[in-house]
C-alpha cells in the first residue's frame, strides 16, 4: 500500500514528462531547419538548402508540402537538350569603358518617381520591358514569373482601393513608429494617387511552383530571388526608355488582389509597378548613393 | 491522509501540465507569423507583414530577435530631407520604340556560361559595373549591399575549394532525385573550374541590418528583395560590355565564405558570380525562352 501511494505520483510525473516531450518535439518538427557547411547529411530532405549554381533554391512557401503532394516532376521534358556553342559579339576595351561608363551614367538618373503623368505610353514599348525581364536568369530555368499589367480604369480603381485600405491600416496601426519615422523623410502616406492616374500597373508575380497540363506540379527553385532579378532587369528597360515607377511590395494585399486579377493559388504578389512618365511637377527626395568604396571590397 | 494520497498524484499531474504548457508557449514564440490581409491590428509587432510602397520587408533572419535586441535607430538623420525637382529627358515614341527593342535584343542574347577565358578585365569596367548595381532601389534608401570582388588567385581557389566540398555533398547526398535530374540537361557538377580561372569573382552579400558607428543598429527592409533586384542591374551591366557569369547562390558555404573573406556578422552571402569574356569554346544549354504571352496578361 505504501508502495503504491509513492508509485502513483511517480507514475503521474512520468506519464506527463513524456507527454510533454512528444509536444515539444512535433512543434520542432514543424521549424525551418538548415544545415550548416560541413555536416554528414543522411538521405535527403525537404528542409535542406544545398548550394547550387544557377539553380536557386529558397523557402518557397509551399516548400514544406513538397514531398507530402501527390505529383512532383523535373522541370526537363528532354534530359539530353542538345549543348550549342556560345558566342557573342566582344568589344575593344576602350569601347567596353564607354559602354559601362555610359550605362552607369543612365541608371545612375533612375529614380523612384511617385508622381506619374496620365500620358498614355505606346503599348509596344510596354511588351518590350516585359520581354526584358523575362531574359533574366532563373533556378534551373523554370521562368517563374508572371506580369500582370493592368491598364483599365476600373481595375485600376479597385486595385487602389485594396492598397489604400491596407495602407492606411499599416500607417496608424501596425508599423512600429521606427518604420513609420523612416519613412517620413520621404513623405509617403497611405493615399496612392498614382494608381489611378498611371497609365500602366504592373504587378509582378512569382510562381511558387509550376503545374503541367496533366497537374502534375513542377518545382520552382528560388523563385523569389529569380523574380526579383528579373524586376532589376525591368527597372532597368524602363529607365532606358524614360519611364519612371515605384518599386512597392503590397505584401497583405496580395490574396485580394490575386484573386481580383483572377491569377491562380500557385502565383503570389511580389511587386507593384505603376508604370508613365514622370509628372511635370514631380518631386523626389534628394537622397544621395554610396560611393564606390563604401559599397565595394577588393580582394 | 486519504486526502493527502489522492491529492499527491493530482498535484503531480497539475505541475507536469503546466511545466509543459510552458515549453510548448516558449517554442511557439520563436516560431515566424504573418498577418492577413484585412484583419484589424493590435500594438504593432515585430513579425507583422505591413503594405508599404518603395519600403520593402522581409523575413530578415534576425527579425524574431529584433525588438529584444539593444539599440535599433531609423535609418533617417535628417527628418526635414529636402524634396527637389525630378526631371530627364524623355524621348519621342519612335526612339522609345526603338530604345526599348535594342535594349531587349541585346539582353536576350544574355546567357549563363560556365566556360569563363582567364583573360583580364579592365579594373574600371568592373567598377562601372558595380557602381551600377547600387543604382538599384532599396527599402528605404539603406543600400543593403556588399560587393566583394575577388581577384587574387589564392583566395580564388580557397573559395573554389569551399564551394566544390559543399557542392559534392549536394550532388552525392542531399539534393532529391528530383533536383539532380533537372540540372542534368544543364550539364552541372560539383567541379566549379570557372572559380579558379575567372578573373573576377563578384561575391554579393545582402545586409540583413546596418550598424552605425555607435553600435546601434539599422533596420535594413527587405534586404533581400532590394540585393537581389540590385544583382538584376548588375547582370544588365556585364552584359551591356560583353562580359558573361553564372548566377549561383552557395547558400550553404555562406558563413565560411563570409569567414573567408572577414565580412561581419550582419551580412549574409546571395549570390557568387565569377565574371570574365567567355571562352573560345564555350557552350550553352540550347534552351528557349518563353514567348510574351506565356510571361504577361493583359487586363
Same mark, same amino acid.
Given at each position: 500500500?505504501?508502495?503504491?501511494?509513492?508509485?502513483?505520483?511517480v507514475?503521474?510525473v512520468?506519464l506527463?514528462?513524456?507527454?510533454?516531450f512528444?509536444?515539444?518535439?512535433?512543434?520542432?518538427?514543424?521549424?525551418?531547419?538548415?544545415?550548416?557547411?560541413?555536416?554528414t547529411?543522411?538521405?535527403p530532405?525537404a528542409d535542406f538548402?544545398?548550394?547550387?549554381?544557377q539553380?536557386?533554391?529558397?523557402?518557397?512557401?509551399d516548400k514544406?508540402?513538397?514531398?507530402?503532394?501527390?505529383d512532383?516532376?523535373?522541370?526537363n521534358?528532354?534530359?539530353?537538350?542538345?549543348?550549342?556553342?556560345?558566342?557573342?559579339?566582344?568589344y575593344?576595351e576602350?569601347?567596353m569603358?564607354?559602354?559601362?561608363?555610359?550605362?552607369y551614367?543612365?541608371?545612375n538618373?533612375r529614380?523612384?518617381?511617385?508622381? !506619374?503623368?496620365?500620358?498614355?505610353?505606346p503599348r509596344?514599348?510596354i511588351?518590350n520591358?516585359?520581354?526584358?525581364?523575362g531574359t533574366?536568369?532563373?533556378?534551373?530555368?523554370t521562368?517563374?514569373?508572371t506580369?500582370?499589367?493592368?491598364?483599365?480604369?476600373?481595375?485600376?480603381?479597385? !486595385?487602389?482601393?485594396i492598397v489604400?485600405?491596407?495602407e492606411?491600416?499599416?500607417?496608424?496601426?501596425r508599423?512600429?513608429d521606427?518604420w513609420?519615422?523612416?519613412?517620413?523623410?520621404?513623405?509617403?502616406?497611405?493615399?496612392?494617387?498614382?494608381l489611378?492616374v498611371?497609365p500602366?500597373?504592373i504587378?509582378?508575380?512569382k510562381?511558387?511552383?509550376?503545374?503541367?497540363?496533366d497537374?502534375?506540379k513542377?518545382t520552382?527553385?528560388y523563385n523569389?530571388?529569380?523574380v526579383?532579378?528579373?524586376?532589376?532587369?525591368?527597372?532597368?528597360?524602363?529607365?532606358?526608355v524614360?519611364?519612371v515607377t515605384?518599386t512597392?511590395?503590397?505584401l497583405?494585399?496580395?490574396?485580394?488582389?490575386r484573386?481580383?486579377?483572377?491569377r491562380?493559388a500557385?502565383?503570389?504578389?511580389?511587386?507593384?509597378l505603376p508604370?508613365?512618365?514622370p509628372?511635370?511637377?514631380?518631386t523626389?527626395p534628394?537622397?544621395?548613393r554610396?560611393?564606390?568604396?563604401d559599397?565595394?571590397?577588393?580582394?
Open positions: 500500500m505504501a508502495l503504491l501511494s509513492v508509485l502513483t505520483p507514475l503521474a512520468v506527463c514528462l513524456v507527454i510533454g512528444m509536444l515539444v518535439r512535433s512543434r520542432d518538427a514543424e521549424a525551418t531547419s538548415t544545415t550548416s557547411c560541413g555536416k547529411e543522411g538521405p530532405k538548402r544545398p548550394w547550387v549554381d539553380e536557386l533554391q529558397d523557402d518557397t512557401e514544406g508540402k513538397e514531398d507530402e503532394d501527390a512532383w516532376v523535373d522541370n521534358e528532354e534530359e539530353d537538350l542538345q549543348h550549342v556553342p556560345f558566342s557573342a559579339p566582344g575593344p576602350e569601347t569603358l564607354k559602354r559601362s561608363k555610359d550605362f551614367t543612365l541608371m538618373q529614380r523612384t518617381v511617385r508622381f !506619374i503623368s496620365p500620358d498614355p505610353v509596344e514599348v511588351n520591358v516585359i520581354l526584358t525581364a533574366a536568369p532563373s533556378g534551373a530555368h521562368e517563374p514569373w506580369f500582370v499589367v493592368v491598364s483599365e480604369p476600373e481595375t485600376k480603381h479597385q !486595385i487602389r482601393q489604400e485600405e491596407e492606411e491600416v499599416n500607417y496608424r496601426q508599423m512600429g521606427k513609420v519615422t523612416d519613412l517620413a523623410k520621404l513623405r509617403t502616406n497611405w493615399i496612392k494617387e498614382y489611378d498611371a500602366y500597373l504587378l509582378v508575380f510562381q511558387i511552383h509550376g503545374i503541367r497540363p497537374g502534375k513542377i520552382h527553385y523569389e530571388i529569380s526579383s532579378i528579373s524586376c532589376g532587369l525591368l527597372l532597368a528597360a524602363l529607365q532606358n524614360g519611364l515605384v512597392s511590395t503590397p497583405n494585399c496580395g490574396p485580394k488582389l484573386l481580383l486579377l483572377k491562380p500557385n502565383e503570389k504578389l511580389l511587386m507593384l508604370v508613365g512618365y509628372a511635370g511637377n514631380a523626389v534628394d537622397l544621395k554610396k560611393p564606390l568604396d559599397i565595394m571590397m577588393h580582394i
